[in-house]
């Protein structure tokens, strides 16, 4: 297979990597002639791949995938313009930062037959596919609440790079803490179905020298789960990962950084069970690729399609929406 991976910050290095360490060569890049950081010089000097500055010249070397990893704001029109040139596409979450071009991106790549993935990496995590059995067994009886904690320092993410110049940090890339740390929402959809309404709190606390909002706190109601809060924020130090799902026969805790999730009965009784001792968070990121690939060459739906990148990008606009309107926002 050809690939081409558009992007080549942070995590279209990734994913360039571990394409080749999948097997394939054939893997080509479009960047920006911007100056170089360290870590992209060394991606160079290490992988050497075939460059493009130009994305249609890159297309028109008919590449089998495209990978969208791009600033947020781009995703649209390169998505579209992969899709329109025959490949099929995996994008970056989330895939864009407002909803303009999207249906008409879905409509497109149903006609063609082209997959689009969306990298919500998360649902290829062995404690969370864990974590949605129970939930879709039943283990903890009827739901009542749930509470997801996600905070992260910015200034940490890329110590070599000036945090404010990053896409995350940036509103006119399509930056801000609810759209770039939308895995929890995804989580949300993925775990309790599409909520039917939100209101929110989505500030920029000032601490950080950015324009784009920087702290969250959202609250939905699901079809499974009546309350559910989302808590963001690029702010926390040390970080924090997260979640306690609750019904009434139990709880479900998530931690992150500990590598464990918990099945907490309601006498009390724990069942504690641990990520494997080989696991390491690069294995989702393959995992995810590997996935991509199977859809492509089998005709099978993607773990994340269109429309689930869809509906997540709509629960965090809503959201935003709701914090600007101050009331409830229904999702349609």
Same mark, same amino acid.
């Given at each position: ?32 002639? =911007? #100056?170089?950081? $360290?870590?992209? &010089? ?11 500055? @130009? +994305? ?107 945090? =404010? #110049?990053?896409? $995350?940090?940036? &509103? ?11 895995? @929890? +929402? ?107 690939? =199977? ?5 099978? &739906? ?31």
């Amino acid at each position: 297979m050809k690939f081409l991976v558009v992007g080549t910050g942070s995590i279209g290095r990734r994913h360039f990597g571990n394409l080749r360490a999948l097997g394939y060569r054939d893997i080509a890049v479009v960047r920006s002639k =911007r #100056r170089m950081d $360290a870590p992209q &010089r060394e991606f160079f000097r290490k992988y050497q791949p075939r460059v493009f500055y @130009d +994305l249609g010249a890159a297309l028109a070397e008919k590449p089998d995938a495209v990978f969208v990893c791009n600033p947020t704001s781009l995703h649209m029109p390169t998505a579209r313009r992969a899709i329109r040139a025959g490949s099929h596409v995996f994008i970056e979450k989330p895939v864009s930062h407002s909803r303009a071009g999207i249906d008409q991106l879905l409509r497109e790549a149903r006609k063609r037959r082209r997959i689009i993935y969306v990298g919500y990496h998360s649902r290829h995590h062995p404690l969370l596919k864990t974590a949605k059995r129970f939930l879709d067994s039943g283990k903890l009886g009827k739901l009542h609440s749930a509470r997801f904690v996600t905070g992260e320092y910015l200034p940490g993410w890329h110590p070599w790079e000036d945090h =404010r #110049r990053g896409y $995350a940090a940036r &509103r006119d890339l399509g930056g801000g803490v609810v759209l770039t740390q939308s895995h @929890d +929402l995804d989580l949300i959809y993925w775990f309790f179905g599409k909520p039917r309404s939100v209101t929110a709190v989505v500030r920029n606390s000032g601490t950080l020298g950015i324009d784009a909002d920087d702290i969250a706190a959202i609250t939905f109601s699901t079809p499974r789960c009546p309350v559910v809060v989302s808590y963001l924020d690029y702010l926390s130090r040390p970080p924090v990962k997260q979640f306690t799902i609750s019904g009434d026969r139990g709880h479900l805790e998530w931690r992150s950084y500990a590598n464990e999730l918990h099945l907490i009965a309601a006498n009390g009784k724990i069942r504690i069970m641990k990520t494997p001792r080989d696991f390491e968070r690069n294995d989702m990121y393959v995992a995810e690729a590997k996935d991509f690939i =199977r859809c492509i060459r089998q005709g099978r &739906r993607p773990a994340v399609d269109g429309e689930a990148g869809r509906t997540v990008l709509e629960m965090a606009i809503a959201a935003k929406e709701a914090s600007r309107r101050q009331r409830a926002v229904r999702l349609l």
